[in-house]
Structure formats: C-alpha cells, structure tokens
C-alpha cells in the first residue's frame, strides 16, 4: 500500500498521536514519514530515505571527466542535466577551460529544457492533485483533463528540447567537458520554437492557476539558499549566497556547509557549519533572484502578490515552481532567437591535478560536486550533495513547525497534510540516496560498508 491509503487509522493514544507513511507517493524514490507527538509537542519528525544506495561517488573513481559526465547522468531520469552540468563546469574550473558564448547559450538552453520538463511535471502530475483534493493524477484527470493535457504538453516540449540538444530526452549524451560532440543546426531548433509561443501562453496561465488555490496556511521562515549571478537568473553558475548573508564561489560549498550521517536513512544530510538547517529549490531562487528573473516570468509572479508569501510559507512553493516554468519557456525562445551555431562545438582542454568543484541549481535547488583529480584527470574521490540531501533537514522542521496545525484534524486528512508539505519540496529521494564509503575488505575479497 502507499501514500495515504497506507497510514494508520486507529485511535490515536491519549497522551500521544503518531503520523506514519510507509511509502510517500507522488515523489520520485522511496522514503518514509514519521511525526510523533507527544503531549502536544513534536518529540520526533523524520523524512526516512530507505530506498537502497546507489554507490556513484565510487563508481566515478577512476574515470575521466567525460566518463564521469555520462555516469552521473544516470543519477536521475529526471534531471540528469543538472548532474551532467554540474559535473562539466567543475573539470571546466580546474581545467581552466574558456567556452565560447554560443556554446554557454546552448547550456542555458539546454538546462532550461530541465527546467520546463520537470517543473511540468512537478506543478501537474505530482502536486496538483493534493490542492484539487485527488489521490493521483489519473483520478483528478476525469474531471480536470484540460489541465492535465496541458502539463503534459508543456512536459513534452521540454524533453523535445532536450532531446535535440542532448541527443535523447533522458540521460543525454552530447555534453562534454568543453562543450558539446555537436552543437545543433539553427533549423534543428525550428521545431520547438515554432511551439514556444504557445508554450509562452499556457506556463502564463498555469501560474494565475496554481496562485488561485488556498494552500494550507503556514508561516515558517527559514534560511534560504541559491545561486546569485549578476546578470542572469541562475542555472549553471553565479555565487552561493544566502538570505541570512552566506557568499561564496560555486565550488566552495565545503566553506559553509557538510553532510553528515543520520541512523536510519540512506542519505546524508547537511547543514551548515554551525548547525543549522536550510532550503534550497524555487522558494529559495525566487526570494534571492526574482529581480533577474525573466521579464514575463516576473510580470506574473508580481500580479499574484504572493513574492513575500513564497518566502515563508513552503505550500506555495508551486507557485514559485510555475513562475520558474514560465521563465524557462520564455527564455529558451529568446535563446532559440538568438542561436547562432559556434564555429566548434567543444573547446580543447588539457587535465592536470587538482580539485575539480562547482554547484549549479537543478529544479529542486543547489546541486554540488567535488572531485578530486590526478595528474592523468582521472578521478580519486568525488563528492555528490544533491539537493535533497541539503533539504532533507529543512523538511523536518518545517513538519515540526506545521504538525500543531494539523492536530485537531481527523487523522487521515492530518497526515494527508503532512505528506502533502513534503511533496511541496518536490523531493528527489533516487538522487539523495548513497553512503560514505564502499571498501573491499580482507583475504576472501568480502566487502564492507562504512
């Protein structure tokens, strides 16, 4: 059973109320949620990550960094192009690789095709049912199918988008580290642009639609982290920065933040150096760089009066993540205008030894690697912090925050509304899951997990 058809619904003690879901739909992963309160207050709030570690950061050891581009791909079906991205501007930085404009404009494009397939799919199929009171998308499709066919549109153009510049819609395989294997031709653009206005129109009325609903209401502030770049909003670089003052390069993440081990769960999570939880994803990039974003995506982000709301409570997340949606279309129709086809799609590089790290923001928030490199560019240890590992303690207390809220409630709708604030982070538990070390022990070649 899963999601709310697998909570339990006996009476809750006297002295305490326990909220459990085994298996939290409409996420991407497998992860569990558990509130305990006692006495009126939370005495335990946990986002469990069970779903089995997939080992990347020691799969990539020994591998070059073209090698690495087309393993970390396969982190995540859904937003293989922040791992690729990310991965590629960090050999970049050590490299000391210069790409040509027209290759940057590509890259942006290319991450904007991300944007728009996975937001899509987000504001659509995973979270719109809990605002229009359905348990799946194919339920809430029966009576709001226009909606439904209209996320799903969007969706398609975004993965067509990627699926011309990379090669395939999933885990694509043209990035490189300088650039790409091929760049594309101006006319293999003209078919999605030709769906880009229209494209335009809908993400429009997709943000008047998701800021018309009444989310839960909740006031919660918490520290907010994302890239700032000074000229763009960000997708592949700029400085960490903060709302409580953090200011960093986008390699240095180590500077104000580490992972640490939780018993229990499959993930690492990470705070700041001094303890302290925070969030990434659209609410954090709409409170830090709503100033750059695109003029049609800020026009509709200031008629719905919601800027200061987002900041605060998580639940109008979508409405940031539609605002975003629409930002990505119309930025990608203004790069697809301006496309001009660079003289070589990749520049040359050279590999020394070294450390090899940048973030860049995937949908759902800060994504960060460190890699360090031999003098043959072969990888000796890497570092993958996904944004859900970042975001896994900034989830916990916000249903720490949240849990008084519901407790009058029967318990059923109570933990619906639980499971609901953690589907508003649009959680990528595949991507979060992986364990400090993987070491082959002993004479008889046994093996061991640290």
């Known amino acids: 059973m899963h999601g709310t058809d ?8 006297v002295a305490g109320r326990e909220f ?8 991407e992963g497998e992860g569990s949620l558990v509130l305990r309160v006692q006495d009126g207050q939370v005495a335990e709030a946990r986002l469990k990550i069970f779903e089995a570690p997939r080992y990347f950061e020691r799969l990539v050891v020994g591998r070059t960094g073209d090698e690495v581009i087309d393993i970390v791909a396969r982190i995540c079906g859904i937003c293989p192009i922040a791992y690729q991205m990310t991965a590629t501007h960090a050999f970049e930085d050590l490299y000391g690789v210069e790409v040509a404009p027209a290759v940057r404009a590509l890259r942006r494009l290319l991450y904007c095709g991300e944007y728009i397939q996975s937001h899509a799919l987000h504001v659509f199929m995973l979270h719109a049912p809990d605002f229009l009171g359905y348990p799946s998308v194919l339920a ?20 067509r988008l990627i699926s011309t510049l990379g090669g395939r819609s999933v885990h694509p395989i043209s990035v490189r580290v300088g650039g790409f294997s091929r760049a594309p031709r101006r006319g293999d653009l003209d078919g999605v642009r030709a769906d880009l206005d229209e494209a335009v129109e809908m993400a429009r009325a ?42 960093l390069a986008p390699g240095a993440w180590s500077e104000a933040f580490e992972e640490h081990h939780v018993e229990g769960s499959n993930a690492l999570h990470a705070r700041t150096r001094d303890g302290r939880a925070y969030q990434l994803g659209p609410t954090a990039r709409i409170a830090l760089d709503a100033d750059q974003l695109h003029p049609i995506a800020a026009e509709a982000l200031a008629a719905t009066g919601l800027a200061d709301e987002i900041r605060t409570n998580v639940h109008r997340s979508i409405v940031a993540r539609a605002v975003e ?4 279309c119309a930025d990608a129709r203004d790069l ?29 928030g800060l994504l960060h690697h460190r890699y360090e490199v031999d003098d043959d560019g072969h990888v000796t240890a890497a570092q993958i912090v996904p944004p859900t590992s970042q975001n896994q303690e900034a989830i916990e207390a916000d249903l ?24 508003a982070y649009d959680p990528c538990i595949s991507c979060a899951t ?3 070390d993987l070491r082959i022990v002993g004479p008889g070649r046994g093996w061991a997990l640290r």
Do not use: C
């Open 6 to 13: 697998g909570i339990s619904t006996a009476p809750a003690p």
């Open 20 to 27: 459990k879901v085994d298996y939290i739909t409409r996420v």
């Open 140 to 159: 809430m499709a029966g009576d709001h199918r226009p909606v439904v066919e209209q996320g799903l549109a969007i969706k398609r153009l975004g993965n």
């Open 206 to 247: 997709t943000v008047a639609l998701v800021a018309s609903w009444d989310p839960p209401q909740f006031n919660h502030a918490q520290p907010l982290v994302a890239l700032r770049h000074p000229r763009e909003y960000p997708y592949n670089d700029g400085r960490i920065v903060s709302t409580d003052g953090i200011d």
């Open 325 to 328: 949606l629409l930002g990505a």
């Open 336 to 364: 697809i205008d301006g496309y001009r086809e660079p003289s070589a799609p990749r520049a040359p590089w050279t590999p020394r030894a070294g450390v090899a790290a940048w973030s860049t923001e995937a949908p759902r």
């Open 400 to 423: 720490a925050a949240f849990a008084p809220s519901v407790l009058d409630l029967p318990h059923a709708e109570a933990t619906h509304r639980l499971e609901m604030l953690v589907r």
């Open 434 to 436: 992986h364990f400090l």
